[in-house]
């Protein structure tokens, strides 16, 4: 079993910056992924971290709305993922969850691929 938590949701001003982290325990993970779901959306697929899956491998995914304002980073080592926001928009207001899976049987930004879920970390950016 794997168990995830997140940390580190807040109200910022736009243009503002937050970081987002991810604990995790139990089972190893091959890859992780941030998503994020606002009222009245599904949940969409923020940023994912692929470890020895082809053709994904060790390569960052990220949804083009986030492309070059957020980055996604893992260290084993404290068995934590991150997500760091820039120039955060009102549009990213959102809930963000940490999801995790062995498998990637749709696409590392595609929600159907995960397993485990932690239960998110509400961010809120103002204009």
């Known amino acids: 079993q794997v168990e995830l938590a997140e940390y580190g949701g807040d109200s910022v001003q736009g243009g503002g910056s937050l970081g987002l982290s991810c604990t995790t325990s139990g089972n190893r993970v091959n890859t992780m992924a941030w998503f994020r779901q606002s009222p009245g959306k599904g949940r969409e697929g923020v940023a994912a971290?692929?470890?020895?899956?082809?053709?994904?491998?060790?390569?960052?995914n990220y949804a083009d709305s986030v492309k070059g304002r957020f980055t996604i980073s893992r260290d084993d080592s404290k068995n934590t993922m991150y997500l760091q926001m820039n120039d955060l928009r009102p549009e990213d207001t959102a809930m963000y969850y940490c999801?995790?899976?062995?498998?990637?049987?749709?696409?590392?930004?595609?929600?159907?691929?995960?397993?485990?879920w932690g239960q998110g970390t509400q961010v809120t950016v103002s204009s």
């Open positions: 971290i692929v470890k020895d899956t082809r053709p994904y491998e060790n390569k960052p």
């Open positions: 999801a995790a899976t062995n498998y990637l049987i749709w696409g590392p930004l595609d929600r159907r691929s995960y397993e485990y």
